[in-house]
């Protein structure tokens, strides 16, 4: 079964498609803006997403004060675009890199985050050399041992150094609570909060992340921002994380059914290279909403296998298929444009004008 | 520990970064036509592996008879640089793509492969507006349960269609035999070519694949092509298979370490959006050649999380590494551009031309 506006894209762009619904998109961003505002918090969106400046624009006037980045490319690239107020939550390291955080400092305002003594070192030349001071934010970790320092006292050394470094000002602190660590995330920021207060400084940023911790916004006492990024197009992690509907998902991978070599199984033109190797801990790689009980079983780089095994809603050759991806950040980040429709209306594309920025 | 290429590396470009030493793909290029000349097959490299019509080129001027593609959109960007002799080695559907593929095959000479009735029906229109037969290869399944009728009855009756489909001529099979399946696909060759005969075709395309399968180039009686692609710039898996060595690996990722915030951990810059999830059912993400007892055991988007507690190389913050990845194909995809050295110098960047090419 193919819907018309499937049948549709499929004509006009071919398949596999990354297809959004704006009228999702909008509801999306207005209902977590408003999680936002209630809770009394700003929002600052992760452009990783979607990496659009058209749709970082919407989030902006829908009332988010700011956005955030993970790679200074994706700032460059809002940047260029008119998008102020934009903080790397990420280390950045190396002469390359501070000159560019330098340039991108003297014509924006930009805040990052660091963790350690030798990214805020190195940092000290992009503030010298923009005139200007960088705001830097100190990564602090609350439980999910990525990036972050682990305890508040090295967050109040880190503070310190910020402090004296010349082309630096301490900013604040950037949280990356787990879903149920909010508590150990506030003994944690309060503990740091005393320290750098003993300094003599005072946090301007208290960050909160995550589209799983919608639920928690707020929820810390003293933070500033929250920087939400899935929740604008939403995925099947999100759905299982109990923080959005199917009818919250914006975006759908349009994929045709290229192979039917015996009745169990199946072919989709969408593999690896399209909707990713990343799980996201869920079983198989996305919901086909045609066919709910078909799984995507494994990929090859352009195949994805379907086990129609324990469904009788099978596909035909040539069918065009809905997928909600498991992690949509990383599918987006594989096509150079996604498709806009409202409804069964095809408006047209939209470059993901930051995809591919390594670095 | 950073060598001082990969300072430089770091300095002009920053990380991560994608590297090839041209030295390794030429010899990587080489090594392999003479397995093909040796065998007695054409070389036909699938540039899924390195995207560039550059590569592509080095690879015909090597010897090779032509290349393969897996998607129509990486045949345009390969005829647009003046490739000629292209199979797509997959099921093509939709108007979209009969219509993007009949002007392909009016400018360069094309062949596709189908596995099923639905798709050769539908190509049928793309010989008739190129005004010239479009020749179909069959694809044969020989054990992957991937695309690939399962029977040889399935492969005569789709060559008797192609027979008698305007537009359409029957050039042969592609096969895509397992490393240990190639007495069964000799088997169902041997049956479908007797049944071809009969029908008064003869093929003139019997293409086997895999890099992996180079040890076995020349096992089919009757195979005249090979299309091996990961060869050029090989990887983990590839080394895990046999068939390369760590010194056969062309293409290394640069990335520096970011954070160290505990002894037994650290962070890369290089996460699912530059090395991807795909693990090739090997443990951890990379070899990392300066810390080869260190494990990339998980990723954030933008994080590789490095687990050193069975190593007591450990890196600093700061050092830049050089990564083998896993499956070498789908990492290259998620660049713009790879950087080209030869020893220690630094020769330019090469754009991954048909990178992202989904469709």
Redesign the interface.
């Known amino acids: 079964m193919t819907t018309p506006l499937a049948a549709k894209i499929?004509?006009?762009?071919?398949?596999?498609?990354l297809v959004i619904d704006m009228d999702r998109v909008e509801r999306n961003i207005a209902r977590i803006q408003a999680i936002c505002d209630t809770a009394g918090v700003a929002n600052r969106p992760h452009i990783?997403t979607h990496k659009s400046p058209f749709l970082a624009q919407l989030q902006i006037q829908a009332g988010a004060q700011g956005i955030t980045c993970?790679?200074l490319g994706e700032a460059e690239v809002m940047a260029d675009a008119g998008l102020d107020n934009i903080l790397i939550s990420?280390?950045l390291?190396?002469?390359?890199?501070v000159a560019?955080l330098g340039a991108l400092l003297a014509r924006t305002n930009v805040t990052v985050a660091a963790?350690?003594a030798?990214?805020i070192a190195?940092l000290s030349n992009a503030g010298i050399s923009a005139g200007r001071p960088l705001p830097v934010v100190i990564e602090c970790?609350t439980g999910r041992?990525?990036?972050?320092?682990?305890t508040p006292a090295e967050a109040i050394d880190l503070a310190k150094q910020i402090a004296g470094t010349p082309g630096l000002s301490f900013a604040g602190f950037m949280l990356y609570p787990t879903e149920t660590g909010w508590q150990e995330a506030q003994r944690f920021y309060n503990d740091a909060l005393g320290g750098v207060r003993q300094l003599g400084l005072n946090p301007t940023i208290v960050s909160t992340g995550g589209s799983p911790n919608l639920k928690n916004v707020g929820n810390l006492d003293g933070a500033t921002e929250h920087r939400p990024g899935t929740y604008i197009y939403n995925d099947r992690m999100q759905v299982a994380a109990g923080v959005a509907t199917w009818d919250d998902c914006a975006l759908h991978v349009y994929s045709?059914v290229?192979?039917?070599?015996?009745p169990e199984?199946g072919?989709l033109?969408?593999g690896?290279?399209?909707l990713?190797?990343?799980?996201g801990g869920l079983d198989g790689y996305g919901l086909i909403l045609e066919h709910p009980e078909a799984r995507i079983a494994r990929?090859?780089?352009?195949?994805g296998?379907l086990d129609l095994s324990k469904t009788n809603s099978r596909p035909?050759?040539?069918d065009?298929v809905r997928i909600v991806p498991n992690h949509v950040?990383?599918v987006v980040?594989?096509?150079?444009e996604v498709v806009m429709v409202r409804g069964d209306e095809i408006i047209g594309t939209l470059p993901v004008a930051a995809?591919?920025k390594?670095?």
């Open positions: 499929a004509r006009e762009y071919g398949t596999p498609a990783k993970q790679k990420y280390n390291i190396g002469e390359e890199k560019r963790d350690n030798v990214v190195g970790d041992k990525r990036a972050g320092v682990e045709t290229v192979s039917r070599a015996a199984r072919i033109d969408a690896s290279k399209t990713t190797a990343d799980s990929f090859a780089e352009e195949h296998f035909a050759i040539g065009v950040c990383v980040n594989m096509a150079d995809r591919g390594l670095r």
